[in-house]
C-alpha cells in the first residue's frame, strides 16, 4: 500500500472511531495531495505524497513558531498536535551521530576550508539524505562543522 492509499485509509479510520482532530488534519492534506493528483493528471508517488506532508509540516512549524511569540497557548496547543499526526507520515529521521559522519565525510571529499563551501557541502549531503533529515538541520549542522574547520585552521 502506498502512502496515498495509506493516507485514505487513515481518514476512515478517524472517521470510525470518530477522531475528528486527526480527521481535519488528514482531510487538509488529502484535500492538497488531491489537488496536486489533479494538476498532474496521475496518482501522486509516495516521494510527491512525502513533499506534501513537509510542506504542511513545515507551514505549521512556521504558525508555531508564531503562536508561541504571540503566547497563544490554545494555538500552540493545537499546532503541536496537528504537527504530531503528520510527522507519523515520514520516515524516521537519521540521528545526529550518522549525519555528523555523513557532513564530515562531504566536508573531507569537497576538500571544503571556510563559510564559502557551506552550499556545495549542504547540495552534497542532502543529495545523500534527502528523505531522512530536514534540510535545515543539515544547514545548521554543515555550519557548526565548517566553523570549527576554520577555528582549527587559526590555531595552527
Known amino acids: 500500500m502506498n502512502l496515498y492509499q495509506q493516507i485514505q485509509n487513515d481518514i476512515k479510520e478517524a472517521m470510525k472511531g470518530k477522531d475528528l482532530k486527526t480527521l481535519g488534519v488528514l482531510r487538509v492534506l488529502f484535500s492538497s495531495l488531491k489537488n496536486k493528483s489533479i494538476d498532474l493528471k496521475r496518482e ?89 533529515v530536514d534540510g535545515s538541520k543539515v544547514k545548521k549542522m554543515v555550519e557548526e562543522l565548517l566553523a570549527t574547520k576554520k577555528d582549527e585552521g587559526k590555531e595552527d
Open 44 to 132: 501522486l508517488e509516495d516521494q510527491e505524497v512525502l513533499a506534501a506532508v513537509r510542506g504542511d509540516i513545515k507551514k505549521l512549524q512556521d504558525a508555531l513558531q508564531d503562536f508561541e511569540k504571540a503566547a497563544r497557548e490554545d494555538l500552540v496547543s493545537k499546532t503541536s498536535e496537528e504537527l504530531a499526526i503528520l510527522k507519523t507520515y515520514l520516515p524516521p529521521e537519521m540521528d545526529e551521530e550518522e549525519l555528523r559522519g555523513i557532513v564530515k565525510k562531504k566536508i573531507t571529499e569537497l576538500n571544503a576550508e571556510d563559510m564559502k563551501m557551506v552550499g556545495k557541502v549542504i547540495g552534497a549531503v542532502m543529495a545523500d539524505v534527502r528523505d531522512k
